[in-house]
């Protein structure tokens, strides 16, 4: 008897002893990050390309690519709203590309500025071409934070024979961009 007492004395003592842990090490709990929905005043930033993501069907990422492709700078578009000559209020964004120039070896920046509009959570650009060709981009605003966006090419979609011959999984359908604020 005296065993079983024993016994079971020794086994609540384990239990307690296991059971009970210190608790010191309360790890804080991490608000989500705020989700912007005032589009147009957020936008107002210097951004800058830091992912580029291939979305499948169900907008689940399947391939990511850091968007540093070159020894150069990452592509920004700064967003902002000025005087045009006509000395109207117009909504820009300033896309400022870099590229190593294969002769020289040397980052050559490339700027361009086009208007742009949003409505709800679509982002619309225009951009004219060297051959005086309008182009319209379509993007959906999927998420806006103070610091970061991603967003969504909306008139583009991979078809399964291109992410083939681009070597990407077979199930990519869209290309999304992440941006975050240089500021």
Partial sequence: MKRVLVLVSMSLLTMFSVGCSSDNSVTPIVDPPTLEKDYEKVIQNDWVFTKYQLLDENRKVVYET???????????????EELNDDKVMQK??????????????????????VPYSINKNELTTLLVSDGD???????????????????IRKDYKLTEEEAVKYNYPKEAKYLQYELKTTK
């Avoid at 060709?133 to 967003?151: G, S, T």
Wanted: contains cysteine; charged residues 35%; hydrophobic residues 35%.
């Fill in 133 to 151: 060709q309008i182009i319209v981009y379509f993007f959906e605003i999927r998420e806006m934070q103070k610091d970061k966006m991603l967003l």
């Fill in 92 to 113: 820009t964004r300033t896309d400022l590309a870099y590229l190593t120039n294969p002769e020289t070896k040397e980052c050559v920046e490339f700027k361009k500025t």
């Fill in 66 to 80: 850091d968007a540093k492709l070159n020894d150069c700078k990452n592509n920004r578009w700064i967003f902002k």
